[in-house]
C-alpha cells in the first residue's frame, strides 16, 4: 500500500538498495556453504576455496558497495533530516557498517586458505563469520521490510 503513495523518485535508489542486499545476502551464503563443503570434502577444498575467494571479490563486495550507495541515497531522498529516521533505519547502520569489517577479514581469511590451497588455519573461520554474516543480514531484513 505504501508503495502506490511513494513518490517516483524514490524507486531506483530503493530498487538498487534492495538488490545490493539481496545479491549480498546470496554471495555471503555461498560463502558460508561453499566454505562447509571446503572443510567436509579435503579433495574438493582447492578448488572450493578458490571459488570461495572469487565469490568474495566478484560478488560479496560489489554488492556491499551497491547496498550502500543506494542505502544513503534513498534516506536522503526519505528522510533528508536524519535526526528523525526511524530505528529500523539504525539496524541496517548497524549490521552494515560494522559488516564492512567482517568482510574484510572474511576476505583476508579467503585469500589466506585459497593460498594454501584449502589448508591451514583461515579455511574452518571463513564459513563461520560468513555464516554470522548472513545471519545479521537475516535480521536487518527483517527490520527493513517489517518495521517493528
Known amino acids: 500500500m505504501l508503495a502506490v ?5 524514490w524507486n531506483l ?3 538498487l538498495h534492495v538488490l545490493g542486499a539481496v545479491v549480498l545476502f546470496g554471495s555471503t551464503a555461498t560463502l558460508a556453504i561453499a566454505g562447509f563443503a571446503g572443510l567436509r570434502w579435503k579433495d574438493h577444498a582447492p578448488l572450493l576455496s578458490r571459488l570461495v575467494l572469487r565469490a568474495w571479490l566478484l560478488a560479496v ?5 551497491l547496498m550502500r550507495v543506494a542505502a544513503g541515497w534513498i534516506l536522503s531522498k ?7 529516521a526511524p530505528g529500523w533505519v539504525g539496524v541496517g547502520f548497524i549490521v552494515s ?6 568482510l574484510l577479514v572474511l576476505g583476508l581469511l579467503a585469500w589466506l586458505w585459497a593460498r594454501r590451497k584449502g589448508t591451514g588455519r583461515a ?11 548472513v ?7 527483517f527490520a527493513m521490510s517489517a518495521k517493528p
Open 97 to 102: 557498517e560494522p559488516g564492512a569489517v567482517l
Open 78 to 84: 526519505e528522510f533528508p533530516d536524519e535526526d528523525k
Open 5 to 9: 503513495i511513494r513518490p517516483d523518485s
Open 13 to 15: 535508489p530503493l530498487f
Open 61 to 65: 563486495v560489489p554488492s556491499w558497495i
Open 135 to 141: 545471519l545479521a543480514l537475516g535480521i536487518a531484513a
Open 123 to 133: 579455511g574452518p573461520f571463513v564459513p563461520w563469520l560468513a555464516s554470522i554474516y
